[in-house]
């Protein structure tokens, strides 16, 4: 939830921000005392919301979009009840408030259309896929692989030297074209998919190593928040992979808290890139 508020921060600022203009400025009507019809109504759909992710009713992409339209509403409700309480001291003309449900609605349509974690939504997609589109997808790649003289392995001699041929053909990917995330984004993108793509073909030829995947956050600055970010994007790296048809006891996970960030992170593109050891 903490990494979401954070990924959000931006539009939710604006949320509480339109309803403490709301607040102040929406006043018509006589002021009164009773709940007002729509902020009643709303007040049910939240709860049954609530009720929904806590019972796990909706999963991937429908559950986000539901907790991202509840915290835009929780936002844009304490902005208002804020802006009120300071310009006239009390709630009385909350259904007044209603004229600022229409910029909230377009708001969370834009964010939920551009600016969500839609990851999630990949992972959904991926998960809902049939067996055989799955198959089809893993043969496609091994096919690929098979006319790329960099996914060849010789897997002769001991683990040691496998590893070592491993990691330099990962590396050989890699270098070819960096896997680097957006700002603030835990996304696997169109750019980084068909480098990845190589890199399983290549892991799947990989056996009995194990393999690290190092992610970086956006800042050197080892707070929560960055250490929460490397981790995911590193999640998010693995999991595409074992969805490419990697096995997924090959991946050896990573403690973030006491990993030293590159020393790369100045703020360029080199602070977001992944990295991979074969062991």
């Not at 996914?151 to 990962?170: E, N």
């Not at 707070?223 to 990697?246: D, F």
């Amino acid at each position: 939830m903490w990494d979401l508020l954070y990924y959000l921060r931006f539009w939710l600022a604006a949320c509480f921000m339109i309803g403490a203009l709301t607040g102040c400025f929406a006043h018509f009507g006589s002021p009164q005392k009773r709940i007002a019809r729509w902020f009643g109504w709303t007040g049910l759909a939240t709860i049954a919301g609530m009720i929904a992710l806590a019972l796990e009713a909706l999963q991937g992409p429908a559950a986000l979009n539901l907790t991202s339209a509840l915290l835009f509403y929780g936002f844009f409700l304490s902005g208002a009840a804020m802006g009120a309480l300071i310009k006239f001291g009390n709630l009385n003309a909350h259904e007044s408030w209603a004229a600022g449900l229409a910029p909230l609605m377009i708001i969370w349509l834009i964010a939920a259309a551009s600016s969500l974690p839609d990851y999630l939504v990949l992972k959904n997609n991926e998960s809902r896929a049939s067996p055989a589109s799955q198959i089809d997808k893993t043969s496609k790649t091994s096919s690929a692989s098979e006319h790329d003289p960099s996914a060849s392995i010789d897997l002769a001699g001991d683990t040691t030297a496998r590893a070592i041929v491993c990691q330099k053909t990962i590396q050989a990917e890699v270098d070819k074209k960096n896997i680097i995330f957006h700002r603030q984004s835990i996304r696997i993108n169109r750019h980084m998919r068909p480098t990845l793509d190589k890199i399983s073909s290549v892991i799947r030829r990989c056996s009995n190593s194990k393999i690290k995947v190092y992610a970086y956050a956006d800042s050197p600055t080892l707070n929560e928040m960055n250490r929460l970010l490397a981790a995911r994007r590193s999640q998010a790296v693995i999991e595409y992979l074992i969805r490419t048809g990697v096995s997924e006891t090959i991946f050896e996970t990573e403690d973030y808290k006491n990993i030293s960030f590159s020393s790369t992170n100045d703020g360029t593109a080199k602070s977001r890139t992944v990295h991979f050891i074969a062991k």
